[in-house]
């Protein structure tokens, strides 16, 4: 098992009823990911994200389609994928009434651990997540980052290989966010844990995530690295800047035949263009320019975002794709076991 993908779907696909009209959440997501990998799914709203996990994760079955996640069929083995997996959803875990440390110790009864393996598997994860301080404290008295914490915790209790994250940093301050990505990646170095997640930041995504899957209107339409998908689909944004708009017009035609980018005027006295490799290209460019008489008053470059990426494939960046669109929390005659199964999350 251990050198098979640790998540294999192959066609899943989810369609659901809403006001007598058929609406598929996700058309076709096949893909592989390997153990101890760091993948992020990104999307608008409304794309299928959510609704992708909580297939791969058995709260929610396919219309058609399978999968195997950590080596189990998600419809014919769906317990032995729950117990496989640690899964952390949207809305928080904890009972609110009940102490943090007797939440994980209750997580770990539902396991089927032992008492004492419950007890030592609880405290390692209030000392690796920083939970000491607040171990004695209910749940309901928690910030939103120590809850997003405790619901890691949670999901880890049970040592799962694999775990899922659903935006597990939406609405957590920089500093809790920064804390939270420390001791996922922390996981990953102490434990070799593979993370699947979803997030809005696209910035998280790019910093740490070693591939990148987007997803729009239940399609996958990229999959690769960060890194090459900047490259490949966006581009740096180059600029430069000259004293006059005849000098801006000659300029095209030079940099032109550097690249088989256009090249097109920008403002009064500027000209631009969006191309690969553009720290290699800009001061080609600069030199072609001061060998033709044309001098660059100010030559800038911007690296591309995994935004410019979805602008690049779709037309709308993130944000706009997102305005309107419904979240993909549809409903149906098979959402509401998963709804309540979510709410205190796949473990429970």
Known sequence: MTSEPIIEAHSLTKRFTVKKKTVEAVTDLTFQVERGALVAFLGPNGAGKSTSLRMLTTLMPPTSGTARVVGHDILKQPAAVRSSIGYVGQLTSGSFAQRVRDELLSQGAFYGMSAAASRTRADELIESLDLAPFATRSVQQLSGGQKR??????????????????????GLDPQSRANLWQHILDLRTEHGTTVFLTTHYLEEADRYAERVM???KGRVI???TATRL???????LLTLS???????????AVVQTLTDRE????????????APDGDALLPAAVRAL???GLRVDRATGVPPTLDDVFLALTGRTLREAGEGEPSDEHQDENTQPAAAA???GVQR
């Open 222 to 224: 990229a999959d690769d």
């Open 149 to 170: 914490r405790l619901d890691i915790a949670l999901g880890l209790m049970h040592a799962p290989p694999l775990l899922f994250l659903d935006e597990p940093s939406t």
């Open 290 to 292: 001061d060998a033709a």
């Open 342 to 344: 979510e709410k205190t």
């Open 214 to 216: 987007v997803m729009d």
């Open 230 to 236: 900047k490259s490949h689909l966006a581009g740096d």
């Open 263 to 274: 090249v097109a005027r920008d403002g009064q006295a500027s000209v631009t263009l969006t």
């Open 242 to 252: 000259f004293a006059t708009t005849a000098d801006a017009d000659a300029a095209i």
